[in-house]
Nanobody, 122 residues
Framework: VQLQACGGGLVQTGGSRRLSCAVSGGTFEDYAIGWFRQAPGKEREGVSSINNRDGSTVYADSVKGRFAISKYNANNTIHLQMNSLQPEDTAVYYC????????????????WGQGTLVTVSS
């Protein structure tokens, strides 16, 4: 199984960025696919996930109303549209796959992509 994340970069406060994660090599019928982030000196936190079977979504309180996760079944890719970015959103963002009931426990997820750095300048 491979997860390939991309889309990070430098953005100004209030700006937008879209992250993508291509998932290949497996089928995840009752799994969720989503995003975590880790800022320097902080623990990895769940940002958002989408259930692969029914499309239900979950968001961290800190990003509700600003971020939107979506999935394109044709190429098994998920996207994270991030709007109204703030300096506190600066982090390395990771995509991951795991059983829905295990989100957002990073130690209970099965597969991870490499991180992509998002830096929000003030």
């Amino acid at each position: 199984v491979q997860l390939q994340a991309c889309g990070g970069g430098l953005v100004q406060t209030g700006g937008s960025r879209r992250l993508s994660c291509a998932v290949s090599g497996g089928t995840f019928e009752d799994y969720a696919i989503g995003w975590f982030r880790q800022a320097p000196g902080k623990e990895r936190e769940g940002v958002s996930s989408i259930n692969n079977r029914d499309g239900s979504t979950v968001y961290a309180d800190s990003v509700k109303g600003r971020f939107a996760i979506s999935k394109y079944n044709a190429n098994n890719t998920i996207h994270l549209q991030m709007n109204s970015l703030q300096p506190e959103d600066t982090a390395v963002y990771y995509c991951a796959v795991g059983p829905t009931e295990n989100w957002p426990r990073p130690d209970r997820l099965d597969f991870w992509g490499q991180g992509t750095l998002v830096t929000v300048s003030s």
